[in-house]
C-alpha cells in the first residue's frame, strides 16, 4: 500500500465518507476462458465467440462473479489491517463488461462497527465503473479491520483467537 492511501491505517483512525479510487484492470481473453475453466460457467455469452455475437451483448462478455472477484482484487486491502473479508451484498451487474474493456474500483467507507478492542466492521459502498465511468457493477462489502493496539499487543492471543472465529462466522 502507499502511503497516500487512506485506507492503509487501523479501524480507529478510518473514518464514514472516506473514500478510495484503484488503478485499472483491462479483461483479456484470457481471464475469460480461466474463469470459465476455474468455475465451469461455461455459458456461450462468456464462452462462444458466434453465439455471443449473435445476442442482445454483440460479443463476449466477463462474468459477473469474474468482476465481482477482480473488484476484491483492486480494493485496497493492507493486510496488516483488513484480516478478511466478511460480507457482499445487494450486488448488481448493471452493464456488460467486454474482452478490452477496462474496469476500476471507487469506494466509500459507509460505517463502521466496533466488534471488541481488537477489532471492527468496516463497511464499505463500491462502485466498479468501465473506462468510460460507466458503472458496471455495485456492491455493499464489509471487511473485518484490526483496531489499534498497544505496541507490545498484536490480535488477540491464542484463547482469544476462538472469539475470532466467532465473529468471522
Known amino acids: 500500500m502507499s502511503s497516500g492511501d487512506p485506507l492503509a491505517r487501523d479501524f480507529d483512525h478510518l473514518r464514514a465518507g472516506q473514500t478510495f479510487a484503484s488503478q ?19 455459458h456461450p455469452v462468456h464462452a462462444d465467440d458466434v453465439w455471443a455475437k449473435s445476442s442482445q451483448f ?10 465481482l472477484s477482480y473488484a476484491v482484487g483492486l480494493a485496497p486491502f493492507d493486510p496488516e489491517y483488513v484480516v478478511a473479508l466478511r460480507g457482499v451484498d445487494e450486488v448488481t451487474f448493471r452493464r456488460p463488461v467486454h ?19 481488537h477489532l471492527g466492521l468496516v463497511v464499505f459502498k463500491w462502485r466498479l465503473a468501465n473506462q468510460r465511468g460507466e458503472l458496471v457493477v455495485r456492491a455493499r ?27 468471522y462466522l
Open 24 to 42: 485499472g484492470r483491462t479483461i483479456t481473453e484470457a481471464d475469460l476462458v480461466s474463469f470459465s475453466a476455474l468455475t465451469g460457467d461455461r
Open 99 to 117: 474482452i478490452g474493456d477496462t474496469v476500476h474500483l471507487e469506494g466509500e467507507v459507509e460505517e463502521l462497527k466496533e466488534i471488541d478492542s
Open 141 to 167: 462489502v464489509t471487511a473485518l479491520w484490526r483496531r489499534k493496539t498497544e505496541p507490545e499487543t498484536a490480535l488477540p492471543d491464542p484463547e482469544g483467537e476462538a472469539d475470532l472465529r466467532e465473529v
Open 58 to 67: 454483440g460479443g463476449r462478455i466477463a462474468h459477473g462473479m469474474l468482476l
